[in-house]
């Protein structure tokens, strides 16, 4: 055990958030998204949802400051009239750590998708609310 560490990272996780470099992104999903079909790394944390964990995350992930939106999440399917309010939370969340970050991008349904096949890590999560899945794309600490 360590001291200060949230115990909701696990050491696969804590590994994969060291192993990361400058630009490398990490995914973390609801419990709709086809993680293991996508992933090149999975950690599974089904337990959890995706507002603890990022709250964990974003704590020791520098966010990259040399790309306009390093923080991106799965727009809404044309015509869909689902509710969102897990966006403010993650906008929440993410402003605490780096005010500048929680001006989030979008990616389409399908080219989230394909930006996630090429993601470090993808955490699959237990998270229930639909379109909570959110693309961090890790910077420098200077």
Same mark, same amino acid.
């Given at each position: 055990m360590l001291k200060g560490i949230p115990n909701i990272l696990s050491p696969e996780l804590l590994k994969i958030l060291m192993e990361m470099?400058?630009?490398?992104? +990490?995914?973390?999903?609801?419990?709709? !998204? /086809?993680?293991?079909?996508?992933?090149?790394? $999975?950690?599974? $944390?089904?337990?959890?949802?995706?507002?603890?964990i990022l709250e964990a995350v974003v704590k020791f992930f520098p966010l990259d400051?040399?790309?306009?939106k390093p923080v991106a999440l799965m727009a809404k399917v044309p015509g869909s009239d689902v509710a969102t309010p897990i966006w403010d939370v993650f906008k929440e +969340? +993410?402003?605490?750590?780096? /005010?500048?970050?929680?001006?989030?991008? %979008?990616?389409?349904? %399908?080219? %989230? !998708?394909?930006?996630a096949k090429k993601a470090y890590a993808i955490v699959a999560t237990g998270e229930s609310a639909l379109y909570?899945?959110? +693309?961090?794309?890790?910077?420098v600490i200077a």
């Open positions: 470099g400058h630009g490398d992104e +990490i995914v973390i999903v609801d419990g709709n !998204y /086809p993680a293991a079909a996508h992933a090149r790394r $999975l950690v599974r $944390l089904d337990g959890h949802g995706v507002p603890e400051t040399f790309v306009q +969340i +993410i402003s605490k750590e780096d /005010p500048k970050a929680a001006d989030v991008g %979008f990616e389409e349904r %399908f080219a %989230f !998708y394909e930006r909570a899945n959110i +693309i961090l794309r890790k910077g």
